[in-house]
């Protein structure tokens, strides 16, 4: 039986989201911009929450959000492989890897793992990932990384978790370092509510997509087939985009049009992704057997 993340959009709407953002840490540092002008900038930007994470340092900004934007409280973990830990109101980086996506979770929050192919390919090992478990996924794009040196993609390590029967979901980050970097990568998340338990319920559902600059406008399943669109975020006459079908075996099937769609054939899992003509690219999650996950 096969689970689509995409089947509860109803009474909801969708929050651009950035998870990955330092700022208010002083000249030399990667959070060297103020606080609140990093915030100006993705209210600006329209962003329906966003994530102070600095690293190995907890930054209070619950009181900065207002009704237009939903702060939500995060460190980021840089104790050897870096990570992201989600709604906890203190750093843990005198943890363990391990311990700290533990104790994330009994406050009620979630870790991504960071930039996995940072400076080279499997800056995040493989063997350390997979002797982890916990975490809420990976960042499948951080745009950070473009600008400096490694792939700012994981796909591959995406693939990799996946293949292994771990569920794990793809996040879009802009990592945000200087004012340039600001929109270039995010989440886009299905939400209930415009809070962080609205975000964390959408996040264990999977009911969110990374992007670059492209949304989804539905992903659907039905007599084992799956459908899906993509579109721009604002009013354009262009509709049109790549598709790709990614399995555990690889590359399933690719299109070209206004939608796509493909006749599951047996894999554990299939996940959508999109590009359009100027580049932007959006992940889904994957569609997959309940089975083949332990769910």
Known sequence: MYHNPYEDQSGG????????????????TCGRNPIDAVVDIYRELKYGALCISNHDTYTSTAALGGESMCMIQGVEYSQGEHMLNIGVNESLHELPHQEAIDETAKQNGFTILCHPNWIHRQYWPYQKID??????????????????SGSGLATDTWDHILSQGKLAYGFGDDDFHIVSDAGRGYTDI??????????KEAIDAGRFVASTGIGLEYLELAGGTIKAKAKFPTETYVDKFEYRFISENGLAAKSFGETAEYKMNGENYIRVEATAENGAMLFCQPVYKKAFFGK
């Open 13 to 28: 709407s969708w929050l651009k989201t950035n998870f990955h953002t330092h700022a208010g840490t002083g000249a030399g």
């Open 131 to 148: 002797s982890l478990h916990g975490y809420a996924g990976i960042e499948v794009v951080n745009m950070l990384i473009c600008r400096l």
């Open 190 to 199: 299905y939400a209930k509510q415009n809070n962080f338990e609205g975000i």
